[in-house]
């Protein structure tokens, strides 16, 4: 059986109202480099199983070393799980991600977990790539797997 721990933690997500304010944040107490945010904006996305038809994120990856990160994410359009997180009164940290070559895989292995989040990405920059949010109710955490993003010949 494969396991998680064979890919080791991609990064750890948080969610916020203001991603350059936490940025900043990260940047004047941790001492980080913080490259400059992007805006995210999937080519389908579903929050809580629905489909979302405008979706964007604000997002400020702040690389650690040792192919680690903290993500961090603004909620821009929609009502899906980011949003919903923020206006619930969250303000941090979200999620743990695991990047995988084998997709498909932990998807179907994730199958009977309740997944907040999905999302499908293509571009010219980055590539193809795919991602959900499998929520742990045990341990009362959320788990990203996210594809490691590749060309496909069209």
Known sequence: MKTLQEYG??????VVPDAEKAANHFSE??????P?????????????GEKEEEYELKICMIPLGNG?????IEPVRGNGVHRRFVENGGNGMHH???SVEDYDYWRERFKDARVLFESETEDNIIGYRRCFYAEDEAVGMIYEIKENPYFREK
């Open 9 to 14: 933690l991609h990064h750890i997500g948080f």
């Open 29 to 34: 107490m941790y001492g980080l480099d913080v």
């Open 36 to 48: 400059p945010c992007y805006s995210f904006v999937p080519n389908v996305a579903y929050s809580y």
């Open 68 to 72: 680690n990160a903290i993500e961090i």
């Open 96 to 98: 743990i991600c695991f």
